[in-house]
């Protein structure tokens, strides 16, 4: 007696779907959108906002906050976050700014230097939250401390002058800038689309994104979790030691020692606007580009159209709570389906 097998059932192991999702979300377009009708208002009420001599140095002040960004991603991805990369800044700058004035260092051994002091800085970072297990915002409140008075030790509380002109090629500069466009700014579309890929399309990115979303679990499907919440913030250490350099160059020829002030919280403003979930398992670099690139415009804009300072502080705030809320009642959503 012969059975015969339903023919729909040989259809069972068809895919029928997108693996991967949308190389740009929803969030992404509404985030362009907001960009673009902001340029274009600025354009229409400070005529010479989209003139090449307003949009070079806008370009050239997104990078280094772009760049620590690409790496604050990845950590707040695998539900943690790191406050300490102003003191970073600050003590990478500093060491790179007197060996290249006071100990004759050229550019570009100083520079290595000061992206290893950023890699170490980062690496110190990622043992204790990794291996020590303590939650990631007490040790970077902790290590920020250190490494400010680090920072100001190395200052001496006094400017460092004679930065030579060798930096400006990370600067807003004619000597910076190729066919217009900062080098800064070129370097870190270079490393958003790097990492951008390596989030995308491979297992390792993908590890990151289970690890935010349920570490336990990741453990149990054998990824090296402790591995994986460590690199983060050592990626992180070395991109703020790379930032360093231009933060350097977009400066005049010397080095005060309020270097990196506020730097964390435009940072962490640019990852969480971008669409990075605080809660981990979610988020992209280019949603982070996109939100740097929004921090930066509402402080230039606040400040051609004349108005308070502190009215740049409080539109990014209103942005954050925003994109937090959203956050939120998406994750609420997700549950309930």
Request: charged share 10%; net charge positive; with cysteine.
């Amino acid at each position: 007696m012969s059975t015969s097998v339903p023919t729909h059932t040989k259809a069972i192991s068809r895919p029928s779907g997108r693996v991967l999702p949308r190389a740009i979300s929803g969030q992404e377009f509404v985030l362009i959108g907001v960009i673009v009708l902001l340029w274009a208002l600025l354009g229409v009420f400070t005529p010479g906002f989209l003139q090449p001599a307003s949009l070079q140095p806008l370009l050239a002040s997104i990078a280094p906050i772009a760049i620590i960004g690409i790496g604050m991603t990845i950590i707040i991805i695998t539900a943690g976050i790191d406050i300490s990369v102003a003191g970073m800044v600050m003590v990478c700058s500093v060491v790179m700014a007197k060996l290249m004035a006071e100990g004759g260092v050229p550019l570009p051994v100083a520079l290595p230097i000061g992206v290893a002091i950023g890699g170490l800085l980062g690496l110190l970072n990622g043992v204790l939250i990794a291996i020590g297990r303590v939650h990631p915002i007490i040790i970077t409140f902790g290590t920020a401390n250190i490494f400010l008075f680090i920072g100001l030790r190395i200052f001496d509380a006094q400017v460092v002058n004679g930065i030579p002109s060798s930096v400006g090629v990370f600067g807003r500069g004619e000597a910076g800038r190729l066919f217009g466009i900062p080098h800064s700014f070129l370097i870190m579309l270079v490393l958003a689309a790097i990492v951008w890929w390596f989030l995308r399309y491979t297992a390792g990115g993908r590890h990151f994104y289970a690890i935010g979303s349920d570490a336990p679990a990741a453990k149990l499907a054998g990824i090296r979790v402790e591995r994986h919440t460590m690199i983060p913030y050592v990626l992180t250490g070395l991109l703020a030691g790379l930032a360093s350099i231009i933060v350097i160059a977009n400066g005049t020829q010397s080095l005060a020692p309020t270097v990196g002030k506020g730097m964390e919280l435009q940072v962490i403003a640019a990852v969480v606007i971008g669409g990075t979930s605080i809660l981990g398992g979610r988020g992209t670099v280019l949603g982070t580009v996109l939100g740097a690139i929004l921090v930066q415009t509402v402080t230039s804009g606040t400040i051609q159209l004349g108005w308070p300072s502190q009215l740049a502080n409080f539109f990014v705030g209103v942005a954050i709570v925003i994109a937090v809320g959203a956050d939120l009642i998406q994750q609420r959503f997700r549950r309930k389906a």
